[in-house]
């Protein structure tokens, strides 16, 4: 079977939980947060949850430690060089599989886009707990190149994958 056939096959609904982390944004600021939001319902995807974390290990731990039942986290944010920016170190850790194909091909295309600055993202995507985990940087140019181009493609599919076991 193929990955066409597995991605007819991928028709089960599918729920999200949004996570921004920033120690500025509000839910009113959070332009990232609500670009996904948006994109998640134009392509008929659930949005159970939606929560802004500070640039924190433990805030973020804690957000992906919930209690109702997502397929999917999105979190934004995080993700570059400077000394706050803990995304990455916070949730690698938790990934029972990391899929490095998501950072690879969202460097390329963002090289595409930005040139050399593509390198200093460290985009990261991987499964825990039976959910998928996408860190993103917190751009708005950032955040629809993944959900467009990586995410919302394969979204149903990678969830098939994890429920099929």
């Known amino acids: 079977m193929g990955v066409y056939d597995h991605k007819k096959q991928a028709t089960l609904p599918v729920r999200c939980k949004i996570v921004t982390v920033s120690d500025t944004r509000t839910y009113e600021t959070d332009k990232s947060g609500q670009i996904i939001h948006e994109q998640l319902q134009q392509a008929d995807i659930i949005v159970a949850a939606y929560e ?66 593509a390198m200093l993202s460290r985009a990261l995507a991987g499964s825990m707990n039976n959910m998928m985990v996408f860190c993103m940087p917190g751009s708005t140019n950032a955040v629809r190149l993944a959900m467009e181009k990586l995410i919302l493609p394969e979204i149903r599919h990678l969830v098939w994958e994890l429920c099929r076991q």
């Open 52 to 117: 802004i974390v500070k640039d924190d290990v433990f805030a973020i731990r804690q957000a992906v430690q919930i209690t109702e039942q997502v397929d999917v986290i999105l979190i934004n944010g995080g993700t570059g060089f400077t000394k706050r920016d803990v995304t990455i170190e916070a949730i690698q850790p938790l990934l029972e599989k990391e899929m490095v194909g998501f950072g690879e091909l969202f460097r390329f295309l963002s090289y595409e886009q930005i040139g050399s600055a």
